[in-house]
DNA sequence: GGTTTTTGATTGACTCGTCAATCAATAAAA
DNA sequence: TTTTATTGATTGACGAGTCAATCAAAAACC
């Protein structure tokens, strides 16, 4: 059976199963024997390959923000201008992926992960900084030394937003989202 | 021993220290002994009173929506103006108490539970009406139809801004919190 | 006033379940 | 035969919820 070079598979398998199975639950309160079992193994296996529920869950985590940063990434190469820029990431932050529940699940407790670990703490800084910096890129030709206070404003509103349609438990429009972000953005950059 | 009337002041007991516990746990995995024993009695007695672990949490939201309440009615009365009326909603979200880290612990886990539950949801709407109803209020006078549009942005904004300093570590300034809002604001009001 | 009954307060002990982590064993490549 | 893959079985710990029993105040009764 032994099929050398398994554990690349078995990794990205046990991180999508446990991201689907953090979405079910809605909190992290969800057992390895679960999260192994949906991905088609024992949970010994997911030891042997993890070592232990923690490093399962981060490394769920940085998959989550990866996909995420690939996001934002491929609606900035189409983007035009500085104005462009920053819709673009605007909307990449409110795309369909983002508000899939199981994506959802993983943000939230992704915070309040990052209050008491460490590793996430550090995971979740390096996406507000990478948010800031691509903001401030766009925004520094439309408004110069006001860049900085107000991507801070604007990344602020985009969490907020995304926090309010998250709970809500009515369908969520993304555009909805962009577009009101979007109005804030004309008032900084209209005054 | 049995004096009577114990039930009040051992809920309230149970409501505090199961706020204290999430607060030092960073999460809702706390047991009931645990918390039990914090308020000094036995589980036994906790489940007596409450009946369940969900209930226990779900008292201990809905007293930190409570104080919550409170704080911002109480910044209210002193308010001066629709102008005031709006600024003081805002610097109440930002006060001291907010940033405790039991009470950011309690909202965020709030966030996560909010998702599943259907108490815990209906709770967090009575919150999300009110803070927006408050702001519609203060802002009718000073932009008419707007007002509506215009305090939803302010709203997420303050959840957004509150939501980076509570992940922030480094030591919050609720006034440099209430001055951003305060600026977007101004943004609103200036066009 | 003294006695009995009721009732709220309280807990230790127990049940039943779950779960993370470990380990020894098996199987098949290389 | 050495390494990689894989699992069943096991262990040790912990936790939620239940229950029967105890204790003492208070109310009802004589």
């Known amino acids: 059976m032994p099929k050398l070079g398994m554990e690349p598979i078995r990794r990205a398998a046990l991180v999508k199963a446990t991201i689907a199975e953090v979405g079910d639950a809605g909190s992290l309160d ?9 991905a088609g193994m024992s949970s010994a296996l997911a030891h ?10 981060l490394a769920a985590m940085r998959h989550t923000l990866t996909v995420y940063g ?5 609606a900035l190469v189409m983007a035009d201008g500085p104005r462009g820029r920053v819709e673009a990431i605007i909307r990449a932050g409110f795309s369909n992926t983002n508000f899939r529940t199981d994506v959802i699940a993983a943000w939230l407790n992704f915070y309040v992960m990052a209050r008491t670990s460490d590793d996430a703490h550090r995971l979740l800084r390096i996406y507000q900084r990478r948010l800031h910096s691509n903001l401030v890129h766009g925004l520094r030709p439309l408004m110069g030394d006001r860049a900085g206070a107000v ?19 009515d369908a969520v429009s993304g555009s909805d989202a962009s577009a009101q972000v979007l109005a804030a953005l004309d008032k900084e950059i209209g005054q």
């Open 70 to 74: 690939a996001e934002v990434r491929g």
């Open 48 to 57: 042997h390959y993890f070592g232990g529920k923690d490093q399962i869950f």
């Open 151 to 169: 991507a801070a404003r604007i990344a602020a509103l985009i969490d907020g937003i995304y926090l309010r349609q998250a709970l809500s438990r």
């Open 30 to 38: 969800v057992s390895v024997s679960k999260i192994a079992k949906r």
